[in-house]
């Protein structure tokens, strides 16, 4: 079991952030991109650390009813432990709070290990958006989670 915290990401985390990004994707964020999230009222993004590393982070934004997940990464050191799924729930729990319907987001459709995180988290498939993305291009898959509320 490892000890793990989950917090609002800060200044002091932008440099490992920005290391991850560009660790985990081909088009990765910018210092300076991430940087511009720490001011902007819609966004929510949290890091995870273990033993004072910054181990991933989520980004969402909240927009009216809506939650869209920007992005999750997990070091490669970190992954299979559950860190993603803390992740999630966490943007999950943030986006219910906020009483938003929905948490969204994309996926490459070749992601396996994404997905199949998602689905464990119960989003499901909506749709598709074409040639998406770069380097390499490929489709998104569009992956929802509908909050249940009552009347
Ligand atoms: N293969 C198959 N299933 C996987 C998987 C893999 N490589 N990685 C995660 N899963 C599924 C499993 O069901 C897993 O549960 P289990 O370990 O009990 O079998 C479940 O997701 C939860 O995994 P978890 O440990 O919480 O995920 P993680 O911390 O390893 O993070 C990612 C998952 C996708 C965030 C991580 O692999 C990552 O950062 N990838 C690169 C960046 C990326 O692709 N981000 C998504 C952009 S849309």
Redesign the pocket.
Known sequence: MIDLTIAEMAREHLESVAE?EAI??SQPWSYKSLEEELDNDTAYFFV?IVGGRV??YIGVFVVCESCF?S??????D???????????KMAALTADAMGTEFIS????KS????I??????GFEEMGLRKNFYRNPTEDALIMTKIFSRKA
């Open positions: 991850l985990c994707f995870a181990a991933g997940v992005n999750i990464a997990v070091h490669p970190f992954r299979r432990q559950g860190i993603g799924t803390a992740l999630l987001l994309e996926v490459r992601n396996d290990p994404a199949a995180l998602y689905e464990s988290m």
